[in-house]
């Protein structure tokens, strides 16, 4: 993430928020990508103990650089809000190859939860499965946890 940036005044959906921070997003699969997936660490507990966020994470949104805010979802328990490594899934658009920076905003004490789990994972998923791999990496059994 990119340095906090206090908010003066700014148009749109994003003008009742007191701070945001620039996410560089990365591409090295070679071709463009449409409707993508990113996962996003937040320290969500840093934010929340400086008085920057709500305690339910309710006022973290995502844009892309032009403002448009970008579906997003906390994963649960994994760790889940108020964690030095809240998981956060975010939908950009579009990812070029050469990467693309989007944009955390919070610090709204008057927002709602706006998650949107099937506007990242599409209407009809059913789940959404994380598998870790043992350090040797070759999958054979017991490694995935």
Not at 60 to 82: H, K, Q, T, V, Y
Not at 104 to 128: D, E, H, I, L, R
Request: hydrophobic share 30%; charged share 15%.
């Amino acid at each position: 993430m990119t340095n906090e940036t206090a908010i003066d005044s700014m148009d749109g959906e994003t003008s009742s928020w007191q701070y945001r921070q620039g996410v560089v997003i990365t591409n090295s699969s070679g071709s463009n990508l449409t409707d993508f997936q990113v996962p996003v660490t937040v320290n969500t507990s840093a934010l929340i103990s400086g008085g920057k966020m709500q305690s339910n994470c309710a006022d973290m949104r995502f844009a892309d650089s032009s403002g448009n805010i970008l579906s997003s979802w906390i994963e649960e328990n994994n760790p889940g809000c108020d964690n030095a490594a809240t998981k956060v899934w975010v939908k950009v658009s579009s990812l070029p190859t050469s990467g693309a920076t989007i944009y955390m905003y919070y610090g709204n004490s008057n927002a709602s939860n706006q998650q949107n789990p099937t506007g990242v994972w599409y209407s009809n998923y059913k789940a959404v499965w994380h598998l870790k791999e043992n350090q040797d990496g070759i999958g054979n059994l017991g490694l995935y946890q």
